[in-house]
């Protein structure tokens, strides 16, 4: 979203989810959740919306395509429209018919919807949170692996009274059955050595 000014959509249609008629076309969009999603990401971006939605008829599907008259296309019944910053219809849904639409969009609407509500902006307290990206790849597993140092492992020696060369033991042994990474192990000096 940041920096967002025209947000480009495309849609197979338009939809009834209200109906008793699961799935049958929305002639009118009122009923159509799809409406209500294109505003409402050009209210949080503050950007226009160009949605393109499907529009075709059984008579574009040519003679002898296999299913042509088992094909569902009551979705393909249009609904393209042109959003403003502010979530308003800069255009009304086109349904029902095949239609090139064309808007006025004039930069400074950006400004004035940021002004009211800008998602990135005034409402961003960088004192109290912040969003890190993480740049290197990662996976959503962590490291099971344990480095320890010679002087932690030294300390650990000391404060359960463990001798070096049983530590050294214990270490490389958990490093063959849990993952204990016996690399990073380097046998800890003794205080008078």
């Known amino acids: 979203m ?5 947000h480009v959509a495309v ?6 989810h209200l109906s008793d008629k699961q799935g049958a076309p929305d002639l009118t969009g009122a009923t159509c959740d799809l409406f209500p999603a294109i505003r409402e990401h050009a209210f949080e971006a503050g950007c226009f919306v160009i949605s ?6 059984r008579a574009d599907v040519p003679e002898g395509t296999p ?6 296309l009551d979705w393909a019944c ?7 910053p502010t979530g308003n219809y800069l255009t009304p849904p086109v349904i029902g018919k095949e239609e090139v639409i064309y808007a006025e969009c004039e930069a400074d609407s950006i400004k004035v919807a940021k002004s009211l509500f800008d998602a990135l902006g005034h409402y961003a307290r960088f004192d109290v949170a912040r969003l890190e990206l993480r740049e290197e790849p990662w996976t959503p597993f ?19 009274g463990v001798s070096p060369d049983k530590l050294e033991k214990i270490y490389s042994e958990l490093a063959g059955e849990s993952g204990v990474d016996s690399g990073s192990m380097k046998r800890p000096q003794s205080k008078s050595g």
């Open 2 to 6: 940041k920096g967002e000014e025209f």
């Open 11 to 16: 849609w197979p249609g338009t939809w009834d």
């Open 78 to 84: 249009g609904g393209s429209v042109v959003v403003d």
């Open 67 to 72: 299913f042509r008259n088992q094909m569902n």
């Open 52 to 57: 393109a939605s499907g529009f075709m008829e």
């Open 142 to 160: 962590a490291n099971s692996k344990v480095h320890l140092t010679s002087s932690e492992l030294r300390r650990l020696g000391e404060k359960y």
